[in-house]
């Protein structure tokens, strides 16, 4: 959208982002291409992806996602698969053995920054559930990273409910939780299933769970705008994916 009020011209590139942990596997190949056909969305993010799911997706998504940046690590793998092109990419070592994703996109000359993130999730001590300070960190410099400049998505998993000290100190820094915000329902995406069970094969594995926890973000910097999100279709991963419908303002002179 043009305005030429005050000799600048705002506009909107309207997209749609996704954001899927595919549980290293559990998403089996097939099933998990055809959920991510069937959103058809301009962006998708992806948290530990397997070989096997990277073979599939490069096998029947390449026409749908002419650029892709996969990285088939298993619990630490990302991806990103994207309509537009892609003109940086590289992995963020913030925390060890678990790299984050960052690329830019290219969309008809406006260009977004786009990370995907795993924050590992906080662990079972003598005093319940605690966030280690290395988590802590990686955050930190997560939220430095997508504030270095235009607007910014970052997604994944970040392994905290709202009420967590990482979901405030994201919120904090400015970032907005585009679910918060713009979702339909109460956005619970884990679990589907016991994952522990699946990956032993045990027939527990195979039972279906109503979510009940909500973990897997978009957040946005202030110069995007968020129109609308949900929660999309089982797949097989102990997560559901989150998708939303953004518009990107840029103002030039």
């Not at 940086?88 to 053995?97: E, T």
């Not at 996109?105 to 290395?134: M, Q, S, Y």
């Not at 235009?150 to 820094?173: C, E, H, T, W």
């Not at 957040?219 to 129109?227: C, G, H, M, Q, V």
């Amino acid at each position: 959208m043009d305005d030429d009020t005050g000799g600048s011209s705002a506009f909107n590139r309207m997209m749609t982002v996704m954001t899927f942990n595919v549980a290293n596997g559990l998403a089996r190949p097939e099933r998990l291409v055809g959920v991510i056909a069937d959103a058809d969305a301009d962006l998708v993010g992806v948290q530990e992806l397997s070989i096997d799911q990277a073979e599939a997706i490069e096998a029947s998504l390449v026409g749908r996602y002419p650029f892709r940046v996969l990285h088939p690590f298993g619990i630490p793998g990302k991806a990103l698969l994207s309509k537009h092109p892609i003109v940086s990419s590289d992995l963020l070592y913030l925390y060890p053995n678990r790299p984050d994703l960052r690329t830019t996109i290219d969309l008809l000359g406006t260009h977004l920054n786009v990370i995907v993130a795993h924050p590992p999730p906080p662990r079972f001590k003598r005093r319940g559930l605690v966030t280690d300070p290395e988590t802590h960190d990686q955050v930190a410099r997560l939220i430095e990273t997508v504030h270095a400049g235009g607007p910014a998505l970052l997604m994944g998993d970040f392994n905290v409910l709202k009420l967590n000290r990482i979901y405030r100190q994201i919120a904090a820094s400015g970032l907005i939780d585009v679910f918060h915000v713009a979702g339909r329902g109460p956005g619970y995406t884990l679990p589907t299933r016991m994952a522990n069970m699946a990956y032993k094969s045990h027939r527990v594995g195979n039972v279906r769970i109503r979510p009940v926890l909500r973990v897997d973000y978009l957040w946005i910097t202030p110069d995007i705008e968020p129109l609308e999100s949900w929660v999309g279709p089982y797949s097989g991963s102990d997560h559901l994916p989150v998708l939303a419908r953004l518009a990107i303002r840029e103002r030039r002179d």
